[in-house]
């Protein structure tokens, strides 16, 4: 009988449902997408062991050298650099130079072993598509949002600007790069970085220096190479072990390293605490989609409670042929918790069907991984919550009804 009532009002319903369907779909999309991003965000690098850098907070180095956010004050020495690589459990070391920029982007200087050794994700490696890593002085590597957003291709011409920003910064424009390589969508800061060797960064500070161009020098690019461009610094350096098991002793070497005051971070602890500071907005973005969720719900209350006007002859003839005031009131909950269960099915299809569309995008432009898979422990909590509340909310229309007298019933007011 209830679901009868409500296909003679399937219209009205039907609204209210994919309102409900909609709300259910959301909720679930940001608990997914939250948890996609935190997956993502840990996993902005991966296969490194330790990243070395001047001594600070763990998260400001995190920042610079996987985020390129910031501007690292203090770069660490050569020297040190050498040092460091030269330890037994070492079986690898990329060193990272920042401070200039590209029309807002950073620039990255480093070796051509950045492009083997740098992992992220499930440990994917960067794939340059199309062309090839750097080799010569004047050459660099895009990420992909640099090339999309500049229409940059093999073979483009780009000059570096001093310093970070986007605007105000004099540009090295006696020295311009080619490039040589566009790196594959990863959804990481990859994405936004142009690569160049750390002998192109030396090569067009030559004739700088305090951060401004020396007065009446001025060295051409056909000439840098008569020149030491051996970096004297740099920001930091990511390492790989021969054994996971040494990375505490080549931490605590790092961070007692006598010629310089060092830090080595562990990139997953790192990450995991710079995460934990985001915590509000999760919570932030969480609760608006429990909102949503609750105006849905209100909608539906809204739709049954107005149907009754329309409906007091209906429910007084069923009480006038035997039905109790339970009755009444059962019948106008299953009502609406028919709908409220009918949202939450549609809900799930939709965003299984949104997922299925969506999640290559997500993967591929901003490291979201977002599988479309049936609902887990935690979500069948919050849909657990969300029924339990739905039903609260189908027993308000109920207990109208229940109050309606008979007679009021039969007998209307105009």
Do not use: C
């Not at 992909?144 to 001093?162: C, D, K, N, P």
């Not at 500070?205 to 056909?222: S, Y």
Request: charged fraction near 15%; proline fraction near 5%.
């Amino acid at each position: 009988m209830a679901a009868r009532s409500a296909w003679n009002r399937r219209l009205a319903l039907g609204m209210t449902l994919a309102a409900v369907a909609a709300s259910v779909a959301l909720l679930l999309g940001v608990e997914r997408v939250r948890e996609g991003a935190r997956q993502g965000f840990s996993q902005s690098v991966s296969g490194i062991d330790l990243i070395v850098g001047p001594r600070t907070s763990p998260t400001q180095v995190i920042l610079y050298a996987v985020f390129r956010m910031g501007d690292p004050m203090a770069g660490m020495r050569w020297s040190s650099y050498e040092g460091v690589a030269r330890h037994p459990a070492v079986a690898w070391t990329v060193p990272l130079s920042l401070g200039d920029s590209h029309h807002g982007f950073p620039v990255l200087a480093t070796t051509r072993d950045y492009f083997s050794r740098f992992r992220y994700g499930e440990s994917r490696p960067l794939a340059i598509a199309p062309g090839r890593a750097f080799e010569t002085t004047f050459e660099a590597v895009v990420g992909s949002e640099v090339a999309a957003r500049l229409g940059y291709r093999t073979g483009s011409s780009i000059l570096i600007t001093h310093g970070m920003g986007d605007s105000g910064l004099a540009e090295h424009g006696d020295k311009p790069f080619a490039v040589t390589g566009v790196l594959a969508p990863t959804g990481t800061p990859v994405d936004r970085t142009v690569h160049i060797g750390l002998d192109g960064l030396e090569a067009i500070h030559l004739d700088w220096q305090g951060g401004a161009p020396m007065p009446g020098v001025r060295i051409p690019a056909d000439q840098v190479r008569k020149f030491d461009l051996q970096p004297k610094a740099i920001t930091a350096m990511l390492v790989g072990l021969e054994s996971r098991a040494a990375v505490f002793a080549v931490q605590r070497f790092v961070n007692e390293y006598p010629s310089e005051a060092l830090v080595g971070v562990l990139p997953g602890v790192a990450l995991d605490e710079l995460w934990e500071t985001l915590e509000t907005a999760q919570r932030a973005l969480l609760a608006v989609s429990a909102l949503v969720v609750v105006v849905g719900l209100l909608g539906l209350v809204a739709v049954i409670l107005a149907s009754l006007g329309e409906r007091r002859r209906e429910l007084a003839i069923l009480r006038s042929v035997g039905a109790s005031p339970s009755d009444v009131l059962v019948l106008l909950t299953l009502e609406g918790l028919w709908v409220m269960l009918s949202g939450v099915l549609l809900g799930l299809a939709l965003l299984y069907l949104a997922t299925a569309l969506l999640a290559p995008l997500a993967q591929a432009h901003y490291g979201i991984a977002v599988a479309a898979r049936w609902v887990q422990t935690g979500e069948l909590r919050l849909l657990g919550a969300v029924i339990a509340a739905g039903v609260v909310a189908s027993l308000l229309p109920g207990l109208r009804a229940y109050r309606l007298s008979l007679a009021d019933g039969l007998s209307p007011r105009s």
